[in-house]
């Protein structure tokens, strides 16, 4: 089966840092974009970090400067290094890939989340 599964998650002080991992697998043929959702408690899931197949990236402007994602493709990870860590950014950090399987072309994934809490 297809698996998307984050670790790296954990409390942290404000001003500190962690960073997230995600692995793909299951049959794994190629990856396309992979991005680094997050969402708090009672809001809207957003989009935090996306990493195109290309290495290209785009942040949510809350996150620039402070957060980086990066891919490696031979380990069919991608990962979300997180520095100067705030309050705000505290919530349950998913990933999201377009995987091609050998069932087929690109489709989008979901891992099931990893919490990450930043204390004041």
């Known amino acids: 089966q297809v698996q998307l599964v984050e670790s790296g998650g954990g409390l942290v002080q404000a001003g500190g840092s962690l960073r997230l991992s995600c692995v793909a697998s299951g049959g794994i043929v190629s990856i396309g974009g992979m991005r680094w959702y997050r969402q708090a408690p009672g809001k809207q899931r957003e989009l935090v970090a996306a990493?195109?197949?290309?290495?290209?990236?785009n942040y949510a402007d809350s996150v620039k400067g402070r957060f980086t994602i990066s891919r490696d493709n031979a380990k069919n990870t991608v990962y979300l290094q997180m520095n100067s860590l705030k309050p705000e950014d505290t919530g349950v950090y998913y990933c999201?890939?377009?995987?091609?399987?050998?069932?087929?072309?690109?489709?989008?994934?979901w891992g099931q989340g990893t919490q990450v809490t930043v204390s004041s």
């Open positions: 999201n890939a377009d995987l091609w399987t050998r069932v087929s072309a690109f489709v989008g994934y």
């Open positions: 990493i195109t197949s290309g290495g290209s990236t």
